[in-house]
């Protein structure tokens, strides 16, 4: 296959990447986890509420936080998902943000989130959206970037939507949490609309 010099080169910004790139906005900065991180990344994915749309049951140990962290670490390494912290004004991780299915020959990725439930209703979730879009549609240079949810999660349809996603469709029973099996909504959104809705 003939892969474009603008694929390439977005595949060159990837393998140049020497850490997790550092993003600050007005209230939060997306930075890559740190092993002290592990208690607060435990109470957010542990948390059955923040977990109830996800694709994964609750942690039970904050054994799986930390490997997780190793996890998000090794995947950072081989540029499979920038799997950022969402951090507030004092350094704690309040939330999780990621850019994951890397596509440089499609110019495509996916975006996720959680945020602790302390954090919900405040803008915190669109911020660290909001920052991950830029660098990945102006620094990175992709083309499109989609996301999937629960369609019982209003709360993240109405957050996409705000973010410009249009949704594009259903996939019907695509993901199992234990012996449940839920749809999927498909959400894309293309460069030239997030750059057009700023």
């Not at 081989?78 to 004092?90: K, T």
């Not at 019982?152 to 349809?157: C, I, M, T, Y």
Request: aromatic content about 8%; proline content about 4%; hydrophobic content about 45%.
């Amino acid at each position: 296959m003939t892969v474009s010099p603008t694929s390439e080169a977005i595949a060159a910004r990837l393998a140049a990447l020497e850490d997790f790139p550092l993003l600050q906005g007005p209230r939060v900065r997306l930075r890559g986890p740190r092993d002290d991180d592990a208690p607060a990344l435990f109470a957010l994915f542990g948390d059955a509420q923040v977990m109830r749309y996800w694709s994964r049951p609750p942690m039970q140990d904050v054994a799986e936080a930390r490997a997780l962290i190793a996890d998000i670490r090794k995947s950072m390494q081989e540029r499979r998902l920038i799997n950022w912290v969402i951090a507030d004004d004092d350094d704690a991780l309040i939330g999780s943000c990621t850019l994951f299915a890397f596509s440089a020959v499609h110019r495509r990725a996916e975006l996720g989130y959680a945020l602790h439930r302390a954090q919900w209703g405040r803008g915190i979730a669109r911020e660290a959206a909001t920052l991950a879009l830029n660098w990945a549609f102006d620094h990175l240079g992709l083309h499109r970037c989609d996301a999937g949810i629960d369609p019982d999660n209003q709360a993240s349809r109405a957050l996409l939507h705000r973010l410009g996603f249009v949704t594009e469709g259903r996939q019907r029973e695509s993901f199992f949490v234990g012996d449940r099996v839920t749809d999927s909504e498909l959400l894309g959104l293309l460069a030239s609309d997030w750059r057009g809705g700023r």
